[in-house]
C-alpha cells in the first residue's frame, strides 16, 4: 500500500470513528470535549505527511511517549518502597504478637532509591520481648524466623536478633 492511500485511510477512519463518537455520546460538555479532541487527533493525522517531510522519518504517535522521555522520579521511588518496609514490618510485629511474642520490634534496612527494592537485612529486636503463657516452650528465634520468612520471602541469613 502506499504512503497516500495509507494516509487516505488514516483519516478516513479517524473522520468515522469521531462519527460513531458522536452517534453515540449524549450532547453536553463531555460531547463537546471528546468532539474536540478527536478535532485535534484528525489535524495531526492530516499534518503527518508535512511532520515527515521536514524531518525526514515517518511521523509516529508513538514517538511523543519514547521511553527515553519518560523517567520515575526518585522520590516516589523512595515514598513506595518505604510505605512497603514500613507495611512489611507491622504485619511482621502483629504476626509476631498473635504468635505469643509481644513487643517485638522489627527493622528492615534496604535501598529505597532502587527501582528494584533489596532487603539488605531484617533487624529484630527481643529486648522488651513478652512471651504469651502459651508460647513458652517454642524456640522464639525459630518462631520469629518463621515469621518473617512468611511475611516477606527472604533468606534467613539477612535476619538478625538482638537481645
Given amino acids: 500500500m502506499s504512503a497516500i492511500s495509507t494516509w487516505v485511510l488514516s483519516i478516513v477512519g479517524i473522520i468515522i470513528l469521531s462519527i460513531l463518537v458522536d452517534l453515540i455520546l449524549p450532547?453536553?460538555?463531555?460531547?463537546?470535549f471528546i468532539?474536540?479532541?478527536f478535532g485535534y487527533l484528525i489535524i495531526v493525522v492530516i499534518l503527518s505527511p508535512v511532520f515527515t517531510f521536514f524531518t525526514n522519518k515517518d511521523f509516529s504517535v508513538n514517538d511523543l511517549f519514547d521511553k527515553e522521555n519518560v523517567q520515575i522520579q526518585d522520590g516516589f521511588v523512595a515514598s513506595v518502597n518505604?510505605?512497603?518496609l514500613d507495611n512489611a514490618e507491622n504485619a511482621i510485629e502483629t504476626a509476631c504478637a498473635e504468635a505469643g511474642f509481644r513487643f517485638v520490634e522489627v527493622g528492615i534496612e534496604a535501598d529505597i532509591f532502587e527501582n528494584q527494592l533489596i532487603i539488605n537485612q531484617i533487624s529484630v529486636n527481643l529486648k522488651f520481648v513478652v512471651i504469651d503463657e502459651n508460647s513458652?516452650?517454642?524456640n522464639i528465634k525459630t518462631s520469629i524466623l518463621d515469621i518473617v520468612q512468611?511475611?516477606?520471602k527472604v533468606e534467613k541469613e539477612i535476619v538478625v536478633f538482638y537481645e
Avoid at 450532547?27 to 463537546?32: A, C, D, F, P, V
Wanted: net charge positive; proline share 0%; glycine share 6%.
Fill in 150 to 152: 512468611d511475611t516477606i
Fill in 82 to 84: 518505604r510505605q512497603f
Fill in 27 to 32: 450532547s453536553g460538555k463531555t460531547s463537546s
Fill in 35 to 37: 468532539k474536540n479532541i
Fill in 136 to 138: 513458652k516452650n517454642k
